[in-house]
């Protein structure tokens, strides 16, 4: 039997002092009432109650073990208490795994966060590849692609496009390209990660997918430096639109192929376990999700230029 409901049992015996008046207390049948205290006593080797008729009193091992049995209880009871009342109020260290190139988009979502709940600190660190979240001991990660490991909970906050893009004077150098095709005799800069390796995706048109094999002389786990190699002109650049967007705009890059749209993506929050989330990952998920859904401008497509 359980031996904590035992004590617990041992306990509403002596106070109510008899057996059927503990198992009306504990909507419980007296011959379980019963177990429970011979299981205890089973377990000790001793007797803890003595039984007549009409009512039971506390053997001398009994008395003892009843006063320590019932602290043992009370200081569980607080620990539960204290344990509630930590899990409605987030508090504590909250430890984060971000893309780099989506810190800036985390940094209001994080001031409005600390402002809300200020018994909470967070460990934010910034790096590009997957990580291990439970070795590495982080509650969550931003991620702008999906991780390799399905045994993770993935929450999609919003969708995403990459925009395909270079400098204009790239172009003065080297023939635009009118289909992904063109691409393979193009100087692309490679990210690192990107999900499909050197094959670039596309959907053309009228929704048919396409794909490209691309080489370039740059490969680079940062977005941020294959951003400022396209701005230089060194090359074409598949790049995250929340990324470039700025950029498009103010004409420092164009837009290459705009009636091919590179396939969708989604920024993930990505964490270990669905049951028994903190309350300090589960508000920030929750506050997260809300602003990125209001801000939907940082990741739609950069409009198209000349």
Not at 38 to 53: F, K, M, S, Y
Not at 145 to 169: F, K
């Amino acid at each position: 039997m359980d031996r904590l409901t035992s004590l617990t049992v041992f306990g509403r015996v002596v106070e109510a002092g008899g057996f059927s008046a503990a198992a009306r207390r504990l909507n419980m049948s007296v011959t379980m009432v019963s177990k429970h205290v011979q299981a205890l006593e089973d377990r000790l080797g001793a007797r803890l109650l003595n039984r007549t008729t009409r009512k039971v009193s506390l053997t001398e091992v009994g008395q003892a073990y009843y006063e320590r049995s019932s602290q043992i209880l009370a200081e569980l009871d607080e620990a539960d208490r204290i344990a509630s009342a930590l899990h409605a109020t987030p508090r504590g260290r909250l430890r984060l795994h971000t893309a780099g190139h989506i810190s800036r988009f985390m940094a209001p979502v994080l001031r409005e966060y600390l402002a809300r709940y200020p018994a909470v600190t967070v460990d934010l660190t910034v790096g590009d590849r997957m990580v291990d979240l439970i070795e590495d001991g982080y509650d969550l990660a931003i991620r702008t692609t999906p991780p390799p490991d399905s045994g993770l909970i993935v929450r999609r906050l919003t969708p995403w496009r990459h925009v395909l893009t270079c400098a204009p004077n790239y172009l003065d150098a080297h023939p635009a390209p009118f289909q992904p095709g063109d691409l393979a005799h193009h100087n692309c800069l490679r990210y690192a990660f990107y999900p499909y390796g050197d094959e670039w995706h596309f959907e053309s048109s009228d929704g048919g997918p396409t794909a490209v094999k691309v080489t370039g002389n740059m490969v680079s786990n940062s977005a941020d430096l294959l951003r400022l190699l396209a701005l230089d002109g060194s090359g074409v650049f598949l790049a995250p639109t929340f990324l470039v967007g700025e950029d498009v705009e103010a004409g420092s890059l164009v837009r290459l192929l705009p009636e091919y749209k590179p396939v969708e993506f989604a920024i993930n929050a990505i964490y270990p376990h669905r049951r028994h989330l903190s309350t300090k990952v589960r508000s920030f998920l929750d506050l997260l999700s809300e602003r990125f859904a209001e801000h939907r401008h940082w990741v739609d497509a950069a409009p198209a230029n000349s």
